[in-house]
């Protein structure tokens, strides 16, 4: 019977009985018990020909893995490598939320604001089902009094490339632009983290030709990331605590000296930046993770703060500023789009 | 590529199914109006899972679908009081676990939000991040956010908003002038690092947003609110758009006109092969040159000749502070 004349079963309801068939099953099914018995399949399922139905089962199963479903494939003993004999089933304990795992309402709250954070980014389908799952569990959250709209974004296009080859360990390639270089640089790193850190995106990645630790600015990086079909192994301290501690490390050893103008909006701003301390003589020690981020942020305060040292952050706040009076000098012209 | 978008739509529906199951399991007997509460989604949307839950379950043993195969629910009770009891269950005993980047989403949201008062007591934040571990079905994805200390500011906010007075507090505005400001607080909103506090501003009256790290000397006053957040509608997005509002185009690096998405451009033109051309719409120049001179990019005011000039007074003014011949190439940073 061709497909089309097939009384149609919504997608749901077919991985709905999917999960409950692999989940009743102690001993597993085999793909053709599968595929002639569960709703959804076996309306579709003839004695002849099932390749397309077949190709339908395995993205079913890539589905419902990415909801942390743990379907997984027993290999008959004694007869390995035949794919015709693998059964499938979901085990109980992998897929239940282990009973000792309760929130109170106030961890509801806190997670519920937790989820509230990734609404326009990436994580957004993620989080929606974490809190489906939260929710399934019948605990409520008090309102709080006051309304928190907290949201990060992870606008950069390389955020989910990237996400979805550290999570299966594979190497990019990706072209990559320094502040100062005329060109970019083609690279090809293992990416073992993301994370943010100052309110910017940054891939901690290992070099596979040096062994060499890298840490990259999403925002700098120019080309798509190709994800390639390469694997790669990264030693287990390579982790996103890892690279957040080394990123807090380098932001604590790495010190500015700066004048603000009394009261005005940098001193403000700079010294509620984690970490300033006012020196006796007024000015300011302010931290900093690179130093190209922190010219432009210096630059942005304009004529109420003056980087002193050290030289290599004054000369480039200088050079910003130099360039900036030299793209605005006069009336625009083709001049301004050399680019 | 286009078959696996209705996909993503299923595998939502699927994760609720999953999730509602084990909760009318828990709840014996529940309203349809209070699952839809309790799960923020449309009565309709419940009505059709239970309806599907209903006629769903296992092969069973003569690979039929036999009636005890299938959940089952009480009929009557449903269609004629809007009331869920499962009579029959099948398969699922218990919530499902979170996948790893379910926790990971959770995790990093948790870490992002640590300067919340109410995040203050790590150990229990500890405590609940390695339950949402222990509760993955796998590891959970490495995406992590920089733990910031708790917000004094925010504490002093939530004690204001409990005693329902005004918060006051100096604010230096872009154009320099600082003032006391006293306002009745509605939201507290974030993008990424920069915090926001929305309320009912007393000096302006109308509604306003500050930047957390632009207000000094915070206070409790001992003035009561106008406005608490549930009376006052606030708009969708951060700063609106307003009348006198100037048409500014910049010229910036393709690769950096992303940096400029917040100003909402409303339209986007080629300039070169590396350059783009956008049109933001900005409040007042002192703004735009503060922007202009801290985006990467090198961007560049080309029209109107007013905002060229407030630009370049700013970076001139700026470059005064340093001698004539500092100039030196340098290199480094992150990699």
Redesign the interface.
Known sequence: MPASRAPRV????R???L???L??TETGLTKTEIL????GY?QRWTQGDNAALERQFE?DKD??R?????LETIEEPGDTGNNQNLRYRIP?G??????D?A?SS??T???T??????REGT?S??????L??L????G?APVP?????????S??AAFEPL?TA??RRLVVRFD?????DDAPRARRVVP?????????W?CSAIDPETDGW????L?RI?SPVAVTAETATVPPDA???R??AD??ALWEAQIAVVRADP???AE??LL???GTVRRLDGALTVHW?????LA??L?????E??AVSPP?I????????????A???G??DSE??R? | MAERAPALQAQDKLAFLLSLVPYLMDRGSVSIAEAAAHFKVPVAQIKRAVELIAVSGIPGETTQYQHGDLFDIAWDDFEQNGVIVLTNMVAIDDSPRFSAREAAAMIAGLQYLSSLPENADRAAIATLMSKLSRGASSAPSQVAVENAPTNDLLALVERAVEAGVQLEFDYAGVRGQVERRRVDPLRVESLDADWYLRGYDHLREAVRTFRLDRIAAPAVSDQPISFTASDVVLPEKLFEGSPDDVVVTVEIDTAASSFLADYAPDDIEGAGTSRTRLHLRVNQFGSLARLISGLPGRPVVIAPASARDAVSDWVSRASHRYGEDELFSVDGGLD
């Open positions: 919504p997608v749901e309801e991985l709905f009985s999960v409950l068939a989940l009743a002639s018995t569960v709703q076996r993205r589905d419902i990415e909801l942390g479903v743990p109980r992998a897929y239940e939320l282990p009973d795992i929130f106030e961890e709250a806190l997670l604001l937790a989820a509230m954070v990734w994580l389908g993620e989080s929606r089902r974490a489906l799952k929710r399934s569990l019948g409520t009094e006051l309304d928190y709209a907290p949201r990060i974004r606008r950069d996400q550290l999570d990559y632009l320094k502040p100062g073992y983290a993301l994370v943010q850190f100052q309110g910017r940054l890298r840490t990259f600015l925002s120019v982790t996103a605590e690279a957040l990123l807090e009261a005005s909006d403000t701003r509620k930046r984690r993770s690179d130093r190209h981020l432009d942020e630059a942005s305060f304009g004529p703060v003056e290599e004054r000369a480039l706040v200088v050079a910003r500023l130099a360039a900036l009076v793209d605005h000098r009336t625009a301004a789009s680019g």
